[in-house]
């Protein structure tokens, strides 16, 4: 009779689960709930059971897609600051480097704009030593209310000098630069936030004001941001009830087809638009639609590939989740996201998307065949990011940027932006500062030796292993440099673009790119060759 009614009780047990999920759910919460209480109250040190239980949930949202996450207060109000384009602070762009935090941006007109520089690395906010804080916190420091200030400590030139910097309301604007060249008017846009149709908008109008004929829109490493904000910046070039993304959930709720509400601005100026492996989601939702259109080329190389729609949800105590609801498709059926984090190898990694797609060609407006290989795939593929991991470090690392500083207080400032042009002595230059201060970027062939040293020096404590790997590591030091010079020319043209931004900030990087920047002279030669232009779309 027991065994019956173990059996029964097991068959109801099971069936509860399979239909109703959620009493799983609370099974599993008060296992959960019993193994936190029972650390808390017998393990042998104190515990702190709220950083714990963070790092577990944020531990729990990783196994699922990247763009699923937890925020706790300060981060939510972050997300938001970033979504309103505004915030109390210096108006600046920070790393961490060494215990210290470098300013690698300052915005134009901030408060930051009149007592820092590009380069300072900051010791201490008031009176608290970077090296002493978090990160986070040391960054929340630095923001506070417009008005109050702040006292820092910073390194430039090798001094130590103390700053008192008043906070003002920072506006983080979308769109960065426009510049007219003839009459081919270019914008420079670098996130979707709530300022990004109204700032599109009115660069656009403005150029047409002075001129503009053809237009260039550059999202390169835009990232994305609000869904909104991108239907209405391509309602400008399309016209009303025109579909611009559906996006396609488990729920129905989430399955929402979005359409242009309004009249253009323009239907006829020739585009080219901008993209790279950095632009994401609503860039991607942008150069995506009006290629489907035919109404824009787009040039660069292939997008990131994120095709995932996050709404974020109010949790308890202040905290949010960001969680991901669905796919997008835009106009053609296309699906831009690149990674299947749904389906992975046996090491746990995902797969790619269309691994597990059927194949199948999409058309344009035209006719013209488009693929579905994740991501944006330009008309003109022009890749200007250098894959080799040497490049990588070298910018990545910071390596660059602190020889970039060196020059600025060493060398004569152009008199103008037509005058300045790096030479092969400041390539050697860079080559010997990093030799001076022993800053070596590795490439792919060293990183593997010394893997392959760690690995034999736990195998073989040996002498004679160690002596012959660090010969090989002097050889690829000398291999490296040898390499960068074969990279001299795109290095030269980074190091340029920091010093442009140095020397005439934002405005002159503008100018400087527009007549130096290959993807936008491609760029400005298919908008002036129009045979070409509407051959490419097929018109």
Known sequence: M???????????????????????????????????????TNYIDDINIGDMMQK???????????????????GILNQKMRQEGHFGGLGINIRYKDSL????????DSPAAEKLKIGDAIIAI??????DLSPKVASNLLKGAAGSEVKLLIKRNGQNMPVKVKRADIKLDAVTGTYLDGDIG???FVKFNQLAARQVKKALLDLKNQGAKKLIIDV????????????????FFIPKDKVVVTTKGRFEKYNKTYMTRNPSVDETIPIVILVNNRSASASEILSGSLQDYDRAVIIGDTTYGKGLVQRTYKLKYGTYMKQTISKYYIPSGRLIQKIDYWH????????????????KDYKTSNGRTVHNLGGVVPDIVMKTNVSESLIKDLINKGILFDFATWYYYTQPKPANIEDFKLTNKDFENLVQFMKDRKLFPKSDAEKMVLKAQKQALKEHQDDKVVKAYEQLKNQYKLQNINLLRKYKDYILSELSKDL?????????????????DPVILKAKAILNDAGQYNKILDK
């Open 220 to 235: 390169r490493g835009n990232p994305g941001g609000l869904l909104n904000e991108v239907i209405k910046i391509v309602n």
């Open 2 to 40: 027991k065994r019956i009614i173990s059996s029964i009780f097991l068959f109801i047990t099971i069936n509860l689960t399979a239909q109703n999920p959620y009493f799983e759910i609370s099974k599993q919460m008060e296992i959960y709930n019993d193994v936190i209480k029972k650390l808390a």
């Open 344 to 359: 992975r190898d046996k090491n746990g990694k995902p797969l790619l998307m269309r691994d597990n797609l059927p194949e």
């Open 500 to 516: 442009i931004n140095r020397y005439f900030q934002k405005e002159g990087l503008i100018q400087y790119n527009v007549t130096h």
């Open 186 to 188: 270019y914008i420079r």
């Open 56 to 74: 577990n949930t944020k531990r729990m949202l990783n196994g699922l897609d990247r763009f699923t996450t937890f925020y706790d207060e300060q």
């Open 101 to 108: 935090i470098l300013i690698t941006d300052i915005f134009k």
């Open 126 to 131: 008031e009176d608290k030593k970077i090296a």
